[in-house]
């Protein structure tokens, strides 16, 4: 069972670090206070895992033959990446550190699904552009619907600090139920877990990592990378949810730091501004790039090791 | 429960603006008599009414401030909101100091300054008029565009009748010092054009911020 413990590890970093993607804006813009969004986020993610969280579970779990062992590796390997990442405050994908740790422990073993791979992977190109897509779409749409209610300036506040609540429950909910797959989706492979119990463990631990450690990357996603008026954070945060339950309900697991930043840029090409700080931008790319590559190598050597002093 | 928070600071913003306007009708009154009837020993009571309604509007203007720091609007919001009340607030301010500018400093404008100086007051109260509509129809989701536009022709009005006002008070044969206070009192009116001027900016970058 000590195995396992990696597996809430990982949830907890994943919580920890994905939160920000969520709330980040919201709670940056003043429009709901840190502690709310946290809880918030902790009841829709266990929602969302329980609920729909057995999609992605299959997908992962079918890249590599999964013993007790290597499951504990791709875990920790993750969530080690995953954690490092959230001390430098960058929002990283947990998907992309999932994969890169399945398949260094692929690598070692001689044997990687190539065909699991390729989904995953357009999966990953397909989620930026994704909400890209979404924000093209829904900024203007949900625009339109505004204007025609003519709302005075404390009723727009009021509709869009609720629509930012709404659209971040909505966001933690599609989280839980796309990313818990990373969590806790390999042991059911190896049967350490039926489906139920590694969507429950998995969306508990994710909810805790997000009660207990996201600020720091709040602060990056929320202050330091997003320049969005209130409706726009709005739109970004939707669009980012929708495109993300969509892939959760597909059973991919994707990014949600990968989605916003898709629907930042939407909103960037509509209205021609910057939204985004491009030095910020550029040390989440290395982010991106890092991660898979550093689980990899995490994953490589814990399994590794394991080998070597083997606890079969 | 929500949109009765949010209706009853409406109600207070439009309390506030109907208790500028009784400072500004009992404005209008004071500088005609303050004009006309410079030695009247009633003056000062009108004057003190002017103070009065501005006092009102100060309180109001505060319990408003208080009311949407603790509990209405998000930050972005409230600082336009506040941002804007202020500004407003300085009018009626200017209201009741030209009134006791011209009773204190004793004041008498020459007969042949009189109608003009008293219809660059009007001017300058209809620029008030009009900013207040518009920044009213901010709360009351209306189009306040048209009333903008007028603002800024009203100061615009203003500005010319100031300058040739204060010409020809210089062209006159009064002693120069009295040239100088008509003159002071003279910018002092048109200066509330000017903020109305400064109020409808914050309104039309409030509006501009928010458009989708």
Redesign the interface.
């Known amino acids: 069972m000590y195995r396992l413990l990696s597996g809430i590890f990982m949830g907890w970093s994943l919580g920890s670090n994905d939160s920000a993607n969520i709330f980040g804006t919201a709670v940056f813009?003043?429009?709901i206070r840190y502690r709310t969004a946290v809880i918030l986020c902790a009841v829709f993610v266990i929602i969302g895992a329980l609920l729909e969280g057995q999609g992605g579970m299959h997908t992962l779990s079918g890249l590599v033959d999964q013993t007790a062992n290597s499951a504990f590796a791709a875990t920790l390997a993750a969530a080690l990446t995953v954690t490092l990442m959230s001390v430098l405050k960058l929002p990283v994908s947990t998907s992309q550190a999932m994969v890169g740790a399945i398949i260094g422990i692929g690598i070692l073993r001689g044997e990687v699904n190539f065909s699991g791979l390729t989904k995953v992977l357009i999966a990953w190109v397909a989620t930026p552009l994704g909400t890209i897509v979404a924000t093209l779409i829904l900024y203007p749409l949900v625009?339109a619907l505004?204007?025609t209610m003519?709302?005075?300036?404390?009723?727009?506040?009021?509709i869009?600090?609720w629509g930012l609540i709404i659209a971040g429950c909505y966001g933690a909910y599609a989280l839980g139920a796309n990313n818990v797959a990373n969590v806790t989706g390999v042991y059911t492979h190896t049967g350490q877990l039926t489906v139920f119990q590694a969507a429950a463990l998995g969306g508990t631990s994710i909810a805790l990592g997000a009660l207990t450690y996201s600020k720091n990357v709040m602060i990056t996603v929320g202050k330091k990378l997003v320049r969005l008026?209130?409706?726009g954070a709005f739109i970004a945060v939707f669009s980012m949810a929708l495109v993300v339950h969509t892939f959760a309900i597909v059973g991919v697991p994707v990014s949600t730091s990968q989605a916003i930043i898709g629907s930042v840029l939407g909103i960037g090409i509509l209205k021609g501004v910057q939204t985004i700080k491009i030095r910020t931008l550029l040390m989440i790319l290395f982010g991106w790039i890092g991660t898979p590559a550093i689980a990899l190598m995490f994953a490589y050597l814990i399994y590794r090791s394991l080998l070597i002093y083997t606890i079969h | 429960m929500?949109?009765n928070k949010?209706k009853s600071?409406?109600d207070k913003i439009k309390a506030y603006l109907d208790q500028v306007d009784r400072c500004r009708n009992r404005f209008r009154v004071s500088i005609e008599k303050l004009v006309l009837e410079p030695g009247n020993e009633e003056n000062q009571a009108i004057v003190e009414e002017v103070h009065r309604s501005e006092s009102k509007a100060d309180d109001l203007r505060r319990t408003i401030e208080l009311q949407l720091y603790e509990r209405?609007?998000?930050?972005?919001?409230r600082g336009?909101?506040l941002g804007l009340l202020e500004t407003m607030d300085a009018i009626p301010g200017m209201f009741q100091s030209l009134c006791y500018q011209l009773l204190l400093e004793k004041i008498t404008f020459p007969e042949q300054f009189r109608e003009r100086f008293l219809h660059l007051v009007d001017v300058n109260v209809k620029s008030y008029d009009l900013v207040r509509e518009a920044v009213l129809g901010?709360?009351?989701?209306k189009d306040v565009k048209a009333q903008t536009d007028l603002v800024d022709a009203a100061e615009s009005d203003s500005d010319h009748m100031e300058r040739d006002l204060i010409r020809d008070i210089f062209s006159s044969k009064l002693d120069k010092a009295d040239k100088m206070l008509l003159k002071d009192i003279v910018v002092y009116t048109g200066d509330i054009s000017d903020q109305a001027e400064t109020v409808k900016d914050r309104l039309i970058l409030?509006i501009v911020?928010?458009k989708?």
């Not at chain 1, 003519?150 to 009021?158: A, G």
């Not at chain 2, 901010?138 to 989701?141: H, N």
């Open positions: 813009s003043k429009k625009g505004l204007r003519r709302l005075n300036i404390f009723n727009r506040d009021l869009l600090k008026d209130p409706y | 929500l949109w949010e600071i409406i209405a609007l998000i930050p972005e919001s336009d909101v901010l709360f009351y989701s409030a911020k928010r989708i």
